[in-house]
């Protein structure tokens, strides 16, 4: 089975910076990567009027559109659950997802105090790490913001 990490915090935290930062080290050490966006509030991935559109709006339950650089599919009822998407990560090492805070995984949390008064997961048994720029112990490891090599030695050494 694919390791499956969150990284988590709460809005304007930097889950997506501290992710752009763990992927280049992460390849940088040999390891294949997928990533999962948690897009509570809905998405949209194609354009009204593109053939894959149009596919989707004639009623296709799973849509693929394939370049000779890329492939993206769509699928009707895929779930909200990391382990129900997770069955698409078979050819990674790894799979770091954004957001899912209430499922059942290893969490890593983002917190930057000049944003939020409180952590997210200061009583959450899935945390094993916390990046951060306050002094607030939540009896993980903590690193700072910067600190990408520190972040990516403990994902490898507790996942890969």
Same mark, same amino acid.
């Given at each position: ?9 709460? &809005? ?39 053939? &894959? ?16 650089? &890329? ?18 990560? &078979? ?70």
């Amino acid at each position: 089975m694919t390791p499956i990490i969150s990284i988590v915090g709460k &809005s304007e935290s930097g889950k997506t910076t501290l992710i752009e930062k763990l992927i280049p080290e992460l390849k940088k050490r040999g390891y294949r990567i997928g990533t999962i966006k948690h897009a509570h509030h809905g998405f949209q991935i194609d354009r009204e009027g593109k053939d &894959s559109w149009r596919h989707k709006a004639a009623g296709a339950d799973t849509i693929m559109v394939v370049s000779p650089e &890329s492939i993206a599919m769509l699928k009707n009822g895929g779930g909200e659950t990391i382990d129900s998407v997770g069955k698409y990560f &078979s050819d990674v090492d790894i799979v770091i997802t954004e957001g899912f805070k209430r499922e059942n995984k290893p969490k890593i949390e983002v917190f930057r105090k000049a944003r939020h008064a409180e952590p997210l997961c200061r009583n959450d048994d899935n945390l094993f790490a916390f990046v951060t720029d306050d002094d607030a112990d939540l009896n993980v490891p903590r690193f700072g913001t910067g600190d990408i090599k520190g972040i990516v030695d403990l994902i490898v050494k507790k996942f890969l």
